[in-house]
């Protein structure tokens, strides 16, 4: 009886390890075959786009009709062919080379539109993404319905094209500022700031309604910064004075420029000897850019300041300041001492 139990399970084990073995032979053949399919795939659509690129140079030497390329293009082929040429633009700066891959392009831009309501969301988003290089302010439309995407990287990814090819005012993006709060705060101001100072006013209004979320807020402010604005400064002195989140009131210090008044200068000086180091040193180097002479001395005294953050702030507004002592722009520095201490 041990024997046979013995034995037997000899047998199993060596059926497992038949088993085991023929598992990782399928795999590896699968793994193989689909290798070679793809590598075939590939070599496929690499000698397709050699041929096409063949044809544009023919095309922009004159020696052939862009009707020509199209009448070798299968419709199956068309999409492949879009994206072709959208990495021809982005990859290719020369403007005669770009609007001739544009032109080539024309006829297939509605079917790549639909795109930006078909497939998946990376589908989608790249579609947005081709469609602001190919077709520009032309297929707008479809552009801005994808700004309501329900993934939000197909949103943003609208945004930014909405942005860059300057489709409308500002507003729509204002609108929808929740929905691109996961991006970086940088992305999102430089976004809003392609639209220019045209868009000053709605992120102004925008910066100023306290029913808005502050994160919102923050990012008119950030934008507002970007492009020197110079119509907030009473706004900015209302957000120091009234609001308590410590991020809008940093951005509130970065906003001053232009036509200051005395008001305005007293309510950043009220800031001069903040608990929050961080307040203090902006407020610091506010004032070196809007303060008049007798904050002068006020900011050499900052040179000493226990905070490598202040002390920052205070030599380099004094450096940046024609009525201020040359000497005394760095006698306060402390080996070390960077905006990152």
């Not at 004159?62 to 021809?88: C, T």
């Not at 790249?126 to 319905?145: C, F, K, N, S, Y």
């Not at 729509?172 to 996961?182: N, Q, V």
């Not at 492009?227 to 308590?244: F, M, P, R, V």
Request: charged share 25%; hydrophobic share 45%.
């Amino acid at each position: 009886m041990g024997l046979l139990r013995s034995n037997l399970a000899m047998l199993l084990l060596v059926i497992s390890t038949v088993l085991m073995f023929g598992t990782v032979l399928v795999f590896l053949i699968a793994a193989w075959l689909l290798r070679r399919a793809n590598d075939r795939k590939a070599a496929k659509w690499h000698a397709l786009e050699t041929r096409w690129l063949a044809l544009l140079y023919a095309i922009g030497e004159g020696k052939l009709a862009p009707d020509e390329l199209h009448a070798q293009v299968s419709k199956r082929q068309e999409l492949v062919l879009v994206d072709f040429l959208y990495k021809q633009v982005i990859n290719n700066h020369t403007p005669d080379w770009q609007r001739l891959c544009r032109a080539v392009a024309t006829p297939y831009l509605g079917t790549l539109a639909a795109r930006v309501r078909e497939g998946d969301v990376w589908q989608r988003a790249r579609a947005v993404r081709t469609l602001a290089e190919l077709a520009g302010p032309e297929h707008g439309d479809a552009i801005i319905a994808a700004l309501d995407d329900p993934e939000v990287h197909v949103a943003q990814t609208a945004a930014r094209a909405y942005a860059r090819l300057g489709l409308g005012p500002i507003d729509p993006l204002l609108e929808r500022l929740d929905r691109y709060h996961p991006w970086d705060r940088r992305l999102l101001r430089h976004t809003l700031a392609l639209l220019g100072p045209k868009a000053g006013p709605s992120l102004h209004r925008s910066l100023a309604d306290p029913a808005l979320p502050v994160h919102v807020r923050l990012s008119c402010a950030d934008t507002l910064a970007a492009l020197k604005y110079e119509g907030a400064n009473d706004t900015a002195l209302q957000l120091l004075q009234e609001e308590t989140d410590p991020e809008l009131r940093l951005a509130a210090l970065r906003l001053f420029r232009g036509a200051v008044t005395e008001a305005h200068r007293e309510g950043v000086r009220a800031l001069r000897n903040s608990a929050d180091p961080v307040l203090q040193g902006q407020a610091v180097g506010c004032l070196a850019r809007i303060g008049d002479g007798e904050d002068v001395a006020a900011l050499a005294g900052a040179l000493d300041d226990s905070s490598p953050w202040v002390r920052f702030n205070a030599a380099r507004g004094l450096k940046l300041r024609h009525d201020a002592v040359p000497p005394l722009a760095t006698a306060g520095m402390r080996a070390g001492d960077s905006p990152c201490s």
